[in-house]
Nanobody, 121 residues
Framework: QVQLVESGGGLVQPGGSLRLSCAAS????????MGWYRQAPGKQRELVAT???????NYVDSVKGRFTISRDNAKNTVYLQMDSLQPEDTAVYYC???????????????WGQGTQVTVSS
């Protein structure tokens, strides 16, 4: 089986920073694209940032210049460095990965359990 575990969420004041981590474990043959999504109460889950296996990154417009996504393939881990946090960034953040577990298996989407990020005075 495959498991994604997020960490690093918490409470921070506006203008502050947090660094989220997501480690993938289990049977992994190819770890393809990874990304971060977020969901606020009553709203649809939205894409925040993605990073390809070749480390090409993309961001939603609202976080460009403030967030940085990166990955460490040796550790099967993706990170999200969040700077200049604003109250509108408050949400549950979910890690996502596309994984091929073995030869002959399809690429499959996996999700972490989510970690709460709250930006408030």
């Amino acid at each position: 089986q495959v498991q994604l575990v997020e960490s690093g969420g918490g409470l921070v004041q506006p203008g502050g920073s947090l660094r989220l981590s997501c480690a993938a474990s289990g049977s992994i043959f190819i770890l393809n694209a990874m990304g971060w999504y977020r969901q606020a109460p009553g709203k649809q889950r939205e894409l925040v940032a993605t990073i390809s296996s070749g480390e090409s990154a993309n961001y939603v417009d609202s976080v460009k210049g403030r967030f940085t996504i990166s990955r460490d393939n040796a550790k099967n881990t993706v990170y999200l460095q969040m700077d200049s946090l604003q109250p509108e960034d408050t949400a549950v953040y979910y890690c996502h990965a596309v994984i091929k577990r073995r030869i002959g298996a399809p690429f499959t989407s996996y999700w972490g359990q989510g970690t709460q990020v709250t930006v408030s005075s």
